[in-house]
């Protein structure tokens, strides 16, 4: 039944490719497919499921508020569902963090929170450089695209992505050389050829971009150096926001507060499309309508977006994060390590890449998990990073369940190659010592 | 309690201003505000709402889903709902109306739609350029909005938007100049300074714009002329698709076939975010993922979207927008005729918009029809035009009761303003006649 | 010893092409090549010879300011010969006519007189955009070429040229559309998507694009709008400026005053790189060295730019233009109807264009005159148009033998393309009776 | 006098402020004013004197061609002069180099050289980025200046400069740091946001820019690392070439061969605006008149450069610059030793730039020396470095006199200093001691 896709849907379609059933249901930290079949699921729609898949309170919450028609779209008036969020969001997560910041909702996705951004950054400063990294994503409209590391997305615009300038992302040339200093460096000099920009937009987390962690020490220079030259930091929170990394926000366990975030992603908890972006309010200098969208007021997402906050109330999650990241690296350190096989293991609370030396093998063990009915995705440019992306609510049986099956197919996969290795080589040695008795 | 929204909502949000109420819930073609106020809406959401706010079998098919915990979020992976949506789409939509598309789901907004759309344009042609036109409005990420005609947003980009050309829309310069001759005119010599575009994207009514209503001949010429120059069309049927002019497809009337289609706002059904690019099979040249997005697949929005099309299995809706039509015209007509005040009134199927002589007039009359519990916008780039969007599926006395308050309205501004205009008179005749006497 | 050119120098070469002659000396309205053949020239190194080839006055000053180790290279430092000039040009052009300009003396070539322009422009109203015409002709490097219509230079830039529009020149639409109207209403909208121009940059007389000459209540009109508007007018007087059209500047007569004039080719007078930008005080907002160049103070060039500012001391040269312009004007017009050949001629002053409905005769005329030893050149994008831009000081006498060459290789190529023609249609006649009879 | 300039000439002259003498004649290494004053040059027109100022053969040839009447201006038409020219650079300075390059005449500045360079690097390859490095100057016009560093020139363009990346040139981070790792480790992550660029331009020495010197296995690498990457290596030798390093090309030390090269200014050897771009022949893609331009044909230009490649007939020239560069170089040492001033002292050949460590000295110092009767400039983004850049055929007495003048204004300008230091101090505290005993 692949075929009415296959027919139908355009040759853009990506991730069924890799994962091609046909899903109907899912829970918590499970999908379901149309055979009954289930599949773990380490990858949580790509961070839009930090709460689990449907869960139940917010699930409540959304059907009370359909079941009495509450109203489902209302652009940028106000509503009653809208006014709780916005309420709820200012208690439990900007004042006990002592942030202070406006809230706007653009498009509900990550990129228009970014284009928004963007823009508002550009009107304050009144320049229109942006200074992105290496392997940054920050989404495929042309404003965000311009931001954004891989090439073949880029290729994709089809025409030069203008007034951006990459630079090298924490560890982009290894451990040693200082990659900010050349950013200070080009800042410093007025002949340096790099005009001063509005802004420098930084995930602490490159997810995309092969679960590049950001060091904290290199997120405070980040955040001198901005601040130091009157340059706009935009953290980039759509993928590691909303707890991924242990923490509501991921850049608060550097102590630095940007001026602009965006969020998307998990915010409504329930995988409603949904987006925010945070302006610290000396820079809210929007005139009204001056962006726009049609779905800024989808109030189911306001929902379950203030319901999710509950999550938010204590510190229960962001222990429970921390204890299973530790059960995560330990596990992946202990994995590698018994396989001999070669690989850096990185990442922050539940996000987690373990690059291989062999660029292949990420992408062979994802395969091989999904045929063992674990979904787990892929990172970095040559997708050569195996990136685990479970959900914070995952249970350790649920845990470990995918950290044995990725263990079990990475064994098998090394075994699987080098038998293959050694059967080439002994059919070589056939083959040559054939030709030599020959 | 509004001290909420001006305390931490950001500068940006516009339509609460005019229409400061705080909403609750909304069933067909009324909306209620916290103090259980209900409002008549001839807005709907900016034509997302053009079955009516919630509508019941939508509401029931949605509920059900969300019930038995269907999968939400699949990014672009296989799923049930969304197979589902694709064969009645193709099945309802397009083999009765002869047409041939790949179905691309981009992110959920009409804004990415346009990104994508563009993008493919350019992919396809190997050309960067792309022609729109004169207040055209297609979306606020920085591709879509290098095609949009309004100054104000234009300038909100920070940067200069390039790659694209604008062109005098259908009786943009009065009516006898030939718009499309000059565009035909600058293909036709290589001097001319233009770039062959990649596309032309085209709204058949542009809403937003000022309710500015293409011709069907110059639709048709429009078609001829790219199609001759190898120059991609593009119908944006975001706001005036889904039946808004009466036919599902704005361009049916025109007997036109666009090589790509946008489609978002009422897709859905239910003011879910969903938007969808129709690209003939020839033009499918995406690679796996040049595009994507993480919204691309919110279920919900293709459960609703399925039932959505139950409206099209016969040709009830588009009759009865024929029927409905004819009363706004009609009542129009005869309105500024009575009250005696020059304005254009145009549009098509349901979506229709005065415009006054005096171009101050709409917003004071939208304001007053506010406090009469009537929701109506204004459009055009000084906000001009007085913009009717009702729902496809609201009753003859709903629209009755709506044209009612609309002239009562009228009335009372035009009355005000002629007795403020006597008293100033007055006024100023007193103030001589003191300074004379003095 | 043509292959010493065509095995070391480029392939972008040009006009050796058409004229594939070794060039030794020239002096008035001659050329003379190698084998002591003596070229008619009505081509005027496009412009540059207005006073013929090496003026007996001019090369006396040169001479003897290159015999007395006159300082020839100085930048932008101060010089005697360039302080004659300013004086000169003060005394003779400006003052006369009533004009205040300051003088920018930028790169010695007419595309950097443009950049300058245009740099100045946009730093003056802060705005980016720059309107120029269809079938335009500025120069080659990035800025200037953003403003040049021809598709095929525009083509070599390898990039998207930018912040610029192309809209219709006079005449472009035919006879009756209004262009400048479509201007107009364009900036008069603010939806229109043409943002607000910093300057529109104007040719009196394009004529690399093909001799288009505009009407002067058209450029009258254009004063009136860009005025209005505030945006600066910017008279690109390169070809036809140093009286090619009759007066010293080819916008007097139309009684209008451009905020920057550009000028070069002629300047000197003896074809010696060199050009001017005229800028009004109240626009000369320039930084010191915000644009220069290595090339801005090359004496040589001052010492016969002065020397050739003698022609306009009294009205002679510009009497003896218009009465050239009637020989040629009346000519012409005999010619084609002579010859019975459709064709429309226009001009002003000395610069002529025969616009034959047959695009390939131009250039077989071109051909056929250089064979009978006169130099006359093609114009317009598809090279259909006979150009004859002779010096403005050639004798009656050589007017009217480069006119009679003209007629008499036009008859040829018409006798030869009607028995070509005949030929042809016999020769198919003939293969067609084989045929039958076979 | 210089009120004339003042009144009439633009705000953007530059130079003229910091020597604001009158030229009237110039002969080898010095140059006179209107009052008979005689000024040693240090400066050679910004490296257009190589052979100083009217040299005696060349100024006979000129004359000479004049006389008879050459032809002066002939486009890119055939002519003896040029051809003369072509042969004689194919035999004296590509031939016995083992160069093989095709010859391009465009028009006669350095900027316009570059602008062609960049298109044809452009078309070439397909790509439409261009790199170039920090601290560079290539010309003005709207492609070179995207290449060029300086902020304060990259602000005049009035748009964003699109279509490039500037990256650290040699020494820029210090000594230590791998500037062309970093460049070579974006190239080879496609995910870097670097898009390959179509060519690499680079001045071997930085002239503009401070005198920065790239080291010679620098030049190798960058050499090495477009070659693996098919990426063209353009050398702007404008202003170090044509002997100023020693060598006729300044990249010949480092036995490289660039794709393309550009020169200007001292070709003519007389300061006749002339440029060349020199294409290897497999890149010589233009189509006929694909780039063109008025002034690419001015023959006095080429037969005073035919003249002055007399002086590379034999390496009399080379051995004279070897010898004055080290003159330069240690008394530049010497001076700054004795003095006891910090200053990094740096360049090749004959060009040499002294570094102080406090950046207000060069122009202390330059000052002091035009009121001495020296011109000397100074360069880098805020005019720190003092530039010696005298002609290549000054005599040892001439270099040793300038220099001896560079000694006594920096031994004044330092005095000066301190004394004003120390009455500053004093004064200080005479202020200090009338407050405590108040």
Redesign the interface.
């Known amino acids: ?2 075929n ?2 296959e027919q ?10 890799n ?9 918590g930290a499970w ?2 497919d ?1 055979n009954g079949e289930r599949y773990l699921d380490f990858f949580a ?5 930090n709460y689990g ?2 869960p139940d309170k917010l ?1 409540e919450a ?2 009370d508020y ?15 569902a ?2 709780d969020f ?2 709820r969001f ?1 208690q439990v997560i900007l004042r006990p963090r002592g942030l202070s910041y ?4 653009p ?6 929170a970014v ?2 951004a ?2 508002l ?3 304050v400063t009144g320049r ?2 942006v200074v ?5 994503f920050h ?6 695209l ?9 290729a ?5 992505l ?5 630079i ?1 992302f924490c560890g ?2 290894g451990d040693d ?2 990659t900010l ?2 950013f200070e ?2 800042l410093q ?7 001063k920009p ?1 802004a420098v937009i930084v995930e602490t987390v490159q997810a995309e ?2 679960v590049n962690v950001a060091a904290i020490d290199w997120l405070q220079r980040l955040r001198d150096i901005t601040a130091a030259h009157g340059i706009l930091l935009i953290v980039d929170d ?1 993928q590691v926001g909303c707890g991924r990394t242990g923490k509501f926000f991921s850049f608060e366990e550097a102590g630095i507060v940007p001026d602009i975030v965006t969020l ?2 998990s915010l409504s908890g ?4 949904m987006a925010l ?1 945070l ?1 610290k309010p000396e820079h ?12 800024r007021g ?1 109030n ?1 997402g306001f929902v379950t977006a203030t319901k999710a906050l509950d999550y938010w109330e204590n510190d229960w999650l962001e222990k429970a994060v921390a204890h299973k990241s530790k059960i995560v690296h330990d596990r992946l350190q202990a994995m590698v390590k018994r396989l001999d096989v070669t690989a850096s293991i990185r990442g922050r609370g539940l996000i987690w890449g373990v690059a291989f030396d062999d660029p292949t093998l990420a992408s062979q063990v994802s395969q091989a998990c999904f045929k063992d009915k674990l979904i787990i995705e892929t990172a ?3 997708d050569q990073v195996l990136k685990l992306l479970p959900s914070l609510t995952i249970s350790d049986e649920g845990l470990t369940l995918g950290l044995d099956t990725i263990e079990k197919c990475l064994a098998m996969v090394l075994h699987r190659n080098a038998r293959h290795t050694t059967e080439t080589a002994e059919m070589a040695e056939t083959v040559e010592d054939a030709l030599i008795s020959a």
């Open positions: 039944m692949n009415i896709f139908h849907e355009s040759e853009v379609r990506g991730y069924c490719r994962f091609p059933a046909v899903f109907v249901s899912a829970k999908m379901t149309e729609g790509a961070g839009v499921m898949h449907n699930k959304l059907l359909i079941t009495r028609d509450g109203i489902t779209h209302s652009l940028d008036m106000y509503t009653q809208k006014r916005i309420q200012e406006k809230l706007q909702f498009g509900p996705t990550g990129t228009n284009e928004a963007l823009k950054a550009r009107k229109e450089q992105g990294f290496t392997n940054a989404g495929m409209t042309l404003g965000a311009a931001v954004t590391g891989n090439g073949f997305k880029r994709g615009a089809g025409v030069p203008q007034n951006t300038t990459s090298p982009f040339m050389p200082d200093g050349f460096a080009m000099d007025n002949g340096s050829g790099l005009e509005a971009g092969g759509i998307s992603k329930y995988g409603i499309p972006v302006i809210d200098q929007w005139a009204p309508g001056e962006h726009n969208g049609t779905f989808h189911p970095g440019m040559e």
